[in-house]
């Protein structure tokens, strides 16, 4: 068995030190051992987005990084937007628009396009699409998750 | 889906990690961004006992424009900072409109230029980018380095002339001649997925607008990336007509290349997308060339 | 028919907590002292099984248990018929061969689990599966499906003489009638590729058995939460009250989480038992892929009969469905093609015959359409087939043949899935089809823009189908609603939810009956206990057999406040009127008493209760239809194509669907949307591959092709026809699938006619760019 690694991060703004076994995935680190569930795993092999968090600001997939990768990092995961109560806009326009129907792959929609919306506030639907390529969902067939994404993109503009 | 156990190394410098790789040989495996080694270890179809983990070295990521025009890249530089980079932009503006085609931004934020080379995956544009543009490859061990031309660094599909304790640590892309231009071209069956066929043309002319050079760079289409040597024995010295151009196209399809059958494409297909892409992709460099 | 809050698009109720992660998913759950399992999984699609040696996995420290087949011992049996046979069918002939939780002697897919691990972690139990190590003696892998069903072909379950699993001949009037009449006779041959359902999240269960209370506690994604408990109680020996599952948050359906008696239900229930340690089990996605269900290949032999105006006379269609290993879901699909076959179209004689093969592969059961996307295939590719032997426009063949609006209830003389006669209740196909043509601009592409576009070089075509959605199947469904003291309502039903918005539509039925806000109505699905009766999520039958029942249960309230406030306000009830959350005399407003203090009075402490009456201001009502309500319309689709590379581009999708009325219209646009993006991803992109040898070679999602954003056509307008069921008392149908049945259909022909100077003619779905190459090279006689 592989020696266990003491790693210090912050996540959602606070600040964690535990010891991981090297090879445990971060979106398991995330879930079961920080017990922040709304990062969700659809297919631990990079490609259906459903556990993207920020990296120290960017936009990664929680399942083919180790989370001994993120030490000393910063992580942000859907905890970090809104609460119910208190919805980030990109999380309202996702409800004005029907942009989720089961919500599982929602929680990794919306940390791409956090990241995305800032460096680029203002896309074409194109864009939008291209952004968020590297997301599947199986129920909206995506048409309302880009006008979620343009109507998220003027709320957050006229903040 | 879960790793099989192993070791973890975490060197901060190279020295570090260029110990560890040569205390652990093979067993030992170089972690950059992991975007591709680590899915296959979650499939359990890689096991390394141990991975030395280049995420902390910082002396390895850097984009540095060098005097002579070129340009040398950390092999730890994420892809996503290689596609936004102002002087690549200006220096290589193929480099960018290539790196964006590698599956996704997540992955992009993750992913290496240095790691995707060492990785010889024969679907991969960084490897083919390196070849394309006559990269330089800095390979170094504990006690010693050498370097390597691109065009002789891939041995064949995922196997690359790195010894079990050597790091690629640097990428050097010498300057674009004058008057060159450049196009990529490739067929993926969606964003972000992998080539079918792809291919990357870099071409220069001289005063009289007859073709220096022409370096045509293939990949997905076989075990490595490929350099056509058509391509050269075609162009170099004719005025670029559409003719010589299908020309130039038709013979890389038909000889050089031998693309197999595989899940998304028949043999016969990706041959004949190897054909048009070549001759879009040459019509297009030529025309950036003038 | 509109109510305040029926027919209104309102903001789910759900949403809110599932935007934030604030909501509980199978794998989000932790028990104290859980186990993880893992299965060890045949690398052979078929082979006996020599030896099995677990002696090195149960050596690993943190490995609980290491079971295999004989460990389990009597309880390995295989499990019941999830779906009758089709008695009702004269000359139905079928073999059961119902699913193994567990391999015995020999495997019959790659991926069929032949040991199970429990470990404190699943990193540790996927280790010790690493270290079993299996003797196989290989067999020869039965792939193929039509060459499964020739005799002499190697045999899936030794004992059944051949791989014949099942065979249904239908008839109305007479085919050969058809051909004596006819001006022409087309044939095709078509094939259709096997899909996944691929939800976003993959199955899983959590099994907790308290050994004091002798009660056991499922957690489980399932479409079918009563059938999961009642066979688990039935197997385990213990009463439907001791064991209670609940369907938590669930990450999508579409269909393979209707199983039950599954491998991981069986053989964890019991483990959790014989380990009092609660076990949980998140399948990962390459276990989705190959050992979860699946759908979709058969093979058709089609014939169409027609008067030289393109009046269609007859319909024949002989075909092969492939049913995988087992086959616990006896016909359900084969019979939804059946019935999806001709069902819009006005054709006397139809003639359909189909073989359910056994063959190496995963087991079939329905995944979203269910069989009606190949019957709508085939159908309309044969109308297209025939418009163009009798150079006919494609629109103007279904013009002639579309069943009128005055035709219904029209009676199909096929029996489908439900085992009754398909019954096409109501609609109005002509008008869709025209709305459709119209959204899309038929006329002005065909004429102008094409035209237009070919001559400056553009490959760019349009296809136009029809489509029925055969919905809202039996058997029934029940609901239990209950006013609390605090006024707002709770109303249980059996099915459960995978996403489909019930927590909000269902409230919109109950609230418009009861006279609350919809958000006063918290909607409970899938927890056995607080309902325990119906079949389940399936079918798109949710809102139409579920939401009957509530509608009925909501008014059986209603009419329980009116007269116990009758009582209390000493008013006759017919004076009484339901309002904002009270009853009051309709006359006199200031005399009232609201829903909360009746729910209270209506469980009188003392005192004496009278003859006859029951507490609480709470019902239970069930719902049966006789037959299915049956949905449709019609989608258009332009494309343009590379005719270089066959790269398709869709430009355009209009569709115009019908599901009677829609409870919650923007609930709907999403439903079809979604069905479209499916639809899009069987026409273009998914597909699951066999090789020769039965290993499945797309387990991954870097070889299964999952739509993504960029694939969906830049522009989807939608056009919505209601013509209300009157099956039931909403006028609902369903809708679920309506956007996955036409859509392989309508971009096959676009893209033939994009491609149309090649001549070429496409026989199959999934038309990747490399399959449309080789369907013009040989076109061209290449």
């Known amino acids: ?159 | 889906m879960k790793p099989a156990p192993f070791d973890y190394y975490a060197p901060t410098s190279i020295e570090e990690a260029l110990a560890n790789l040569h205390e652990l040989g093979y067993d030992g495996k170089v972690l950059a961004g992991g975007q591709s080694l680590i899915p296959a270890m979650n499939f359990r179809m890689a096991r390394p006992a141990a991975l030395v983990d280049l995420n902390r070295i910082k002396e390895l990521f850097y984009i540095k424009p060098v005097d002579d025009g070129s340009l040398a890249i950390g092999t730890m530089t994420r892809d996503s900072l290689v596609e936004h980079d102002p002087i690549v932009v200006q220096r290589f503006p193929i480099i960018p409109f290539v790196v964006k085609h590698i599956a996704h931004t997540q992955i992009r934020n993750r992913g290496t230029f240095g790691g995707a080379i060492a990785h010889a995956d024969p679907a991969a544009q960084i490897p083919a980018l390196a070849v394309a543009l006559k990269a330089r490859l800095l390979v170094r061990k504990q006690g010693g380095q050498r370097w390597v031309n691109s065009e002789d660094f891939f041995l064949g599909p995922f196997m690359t002339v790195l010894e079990p304790e050597e790091l690629l640590a640097e990428v050097v892309l010498p300057p674009m001649a004058k008057r060159s231009g450049a196009s990529y071209q490739q067929v993926s069956r969606q964003k972000g997925g992998y080539a079918q066929a792809a291919v990357i043309t870099i071409v220069t002319l001289d005063e009289s607008n007859r073709c220096k050079e022409a370096r045509v760079v293939l990949f997905s289409v076989g075990e490595t990336p490929i350099l056509s040597k058509a391509a050269s024995q075609v162009l170099v010295g004719s005025a670029p007509s559409p003719a010589v151009i299908a020309q130039a196209a038709e013979q890389i399809a038909r000889v050089e290349v031998d693309p197999g059958s595989d899940l998304h494409g028949s043999g016969e297909y990706r041959r004949q997308l190897v054909n048009v892409l070549v001759e879009r992709a040459l019509t297009e460099a030529f025309e950036r060339a003038k | 028919m509109a109510g305040k809050f029926v027919h209104q698009s309102i903001k789910r109720n759900e949403d809110p907590d599932l935007i934030t992660g604030k909501v509980q998913f199978l794998d989000d759950i932790e028990l104290p002292g859980m186990l993880h399992a893992a299965f060890k999984r045949a690398d052979y699609a078929h082979a006996r099984i020599l030896n099995i040696d677990v002696s090195e996995a149960r050596k690993l420290p943190g490995v609980i248990a290491v079971y295999t087949a004989a460990d389990f011992g009597d309880y390995i049996k295989p499990g019941p018929l999830q779906v009758p046979p089709p008695t009702a069918i004269k000359g139905a002939t079928y073999t059961a061969r119902t699913t193994l939780p567990i391999a015995v002697d020999k495997v019959r897919f790659s991926g069929e689990p032949v040991a199970v691990v429990i470990a404190e972690s699943r990193y540790i139990a996927e280790d010790a599966c690493d270290l079993i190590f299996v003797d196989y003696d290989p067999l020869d892998a039965v792939v193929d499906l039509e060459k499964a069903a020739q005799p002499g072909a190697p045999l899936v379950h030794d004992d059944t003489g051949s791989n014949l699993a099942g065979h249904v001949f239908q008839e109305r009037g007479s085919w050969e009638q058809a051909v004596k009449e006819s001006d022409l006779v087309v044939k095709r041959r078509f094939f259709i590729n096997r899909v996944a359902g691929a939800a976003m999240e993959n199955r899983g269960i959590v099994v907790k058995w308290d050994a004091l209370a002798k009660e056991m506690t499922i957690w489980c994604g399932t479409q079918s939460p009563i059938a999961l408990r009642n066979q688990t109680a039935a197997r385990l020996g213990l009463f439907e009250s001791q064991v209670r599952v609940i369907s938590p948050n669930t990450g999508g359906g579409f269909g393979p989480k209707i199983n039950t008696s599954m491998p991981d239900d069986v053989l964890l229930t019991y483990l959790a038992i014989k380990l009092e340690r609660p076990i949980k089990w998140y399948e990962d996605r390459r276990e989705n892929f190959l050992a979860t269900t699946s759908e979709r290949d058969q093979v058709h032999y089609c014939e169409i009969a027609l008067k030289k105006d393109g009046t269609v006379l007859g319909f024949k269609d002989y075909f092969f469905h492939n049913s995988g290993a087992y086959n616990p879901y006896m016909m359900t699909i084969p019979l939804n093609t059946q019935t999806h076959t001709v069902s819009n179209y006005r054709i006397p004689h139809f003639q359909t015959e189909f073989n359910l093969v056994f063959t190496n592969q995963m087991i079939a059961t329905p995944v979203r359409g269910a069989g009606r996307p190949f019957g709508t295939f085939v159908i309309e590719r044969m109308l297209d087939a025939a418009a163009k032997e009798l150079g006919m426009d494609k629109v103007e063949i279904r013009r002639k043949n579309l069943l009128k609006s005055t035709e219904y209830p029209a009676y199909t003389g096929i029996i489908g899935q439900d085992f009754v006669e398909g019954v096409l209740d109501s609609g109005d196909y002509p008008t869709a089809l025209e709305k459709t043509v119209e959204m899309i601009g038929y006329d002005q592409f065909r004429k102008e823009i094409q035209p237009r576009l070919r001559a400056e070089g553009k490959y760019v075509g349009i296809g136009v189908a029809c489509f029925t959605e055969g919905t809202a199947v039996g058997p029934y469904e029940g609901a239990k609603i209950t006013v609390g003291g605090n006024g707002k309502v709770v109303v249980s039903t059996g099915i459960s939810s995978q996403g489909q918005g019930h927590y909000t539509s269902f409230a919109q039925i109950v609230a418009d009956q009861l006279a609350v806000d919809v958000k006063d109505v918290k909607v409970i699905t899938g927890d056995t206990g607080f309902f325990g009766w119906g079949a389940g999520t399936f079918a798109s039958r949710g809102i139409t057999v579920a939401g009957t029942a509530i509608y009925l249960a909501a008014q059986k309230v209603h009419d329980k406040a009116l007269k116990l406030a009758s009582k209390i306000l000493e008013a006759p009830v017919e004076e009484l009127e339901l309002v904002d959350g009270v009853v009051r005399v309709a006359d006199v407003p200031a005399k009232f008493i609201s829903l909360g203090d009746l729910a209270m009075r209506a469980n009188p402490q003392r005192g004496v209760m009278e003859p006859g009456a029951e507490p609480g201001l709470e019902a239970i009502a069930y719902y049966g239809p006789p037959y299915g309500a049956t949905g449709a319309g019609a989608m258009a689709m332009i494309v343009e194509v590379d005719a270089q590379t066959m790269k398709v581009k869709v430009d355009q999708l209009a569709m115009v669907h019908d599901c009677g009325t829609p409870v919650n219209p923007m609930i709907v646009e999403g439903q079809v949307h979604g069905g479209i993006q499916m639809g899009i991803g069987d026409a273009f992109y998914e597909e699951l591959v066999y090789d020769e040898t039965g290993q499945l070679v797309t387990a991954s999602f870097m070889d299964y092709l999952f739509p993504q954003a960029s694939d969906m056509p830049a522009k989807i307008e939608l056009g919505h026809l209601e013509t209300p069921s009157p099956l039931n008392p909403l006028g609902l149908k369903g809708v679920g699938e309506a956007g996955a049945i036409p859509t392989p259909a309508v971009f096959a022909q676009a893209v033939e006619d994009a491609l149309k100077d090649s001549g070429v003619e496409f026989t199959q779905d999934t038309l990747s760019p490399s399959r449309i190459f080789t369907f013009v090279q040989k076109a061209k006689g290449g």
């Open chain 1, 1 to 159: 068995m592989a020696q266990k690694v003491k790693i210090n991060l912050t996540v959602n703004g606070k600040a964690y030190q535990r010891e991981v076994e090297p090879r445990l995935l971060l979106s398991d680190f995330i879930r079961h051992d920080l017990g922040l569930t709304g990062t969700h795993v659809g297919c631990e092999h990079g490609l259906c987005g459903a556990c993207t968090v920020l990296v120290d600001g960017e936009a990664v997939r929680s399942c083919i990084l180790f989370a001994v990768q993120v030490d000393g990092s910063e992580v942000r995961t859907v905890e970090s937007l809104g609460t119910p109560d208190n919805l980030h806009p990109l999380q309202q326009a996702f409800i004005e628009k029907h942009a989720l129907q089961c919500g599982f792959c929602t929680p990794g929609f919306l940390m791409t396009i956090v990241e995305y919306l800032g460096k680029n506030p203002n896309p074409s639907d194109e864009e939008i699409r291209e952004a968020i390529d590297g997301n599947f969902c199986r129920c909206t067939g995506y048409v309302n998750i880009v006008e979620a994404v343009r109507l998220a993109a003027q709320k957050m503009a006229s903040h």
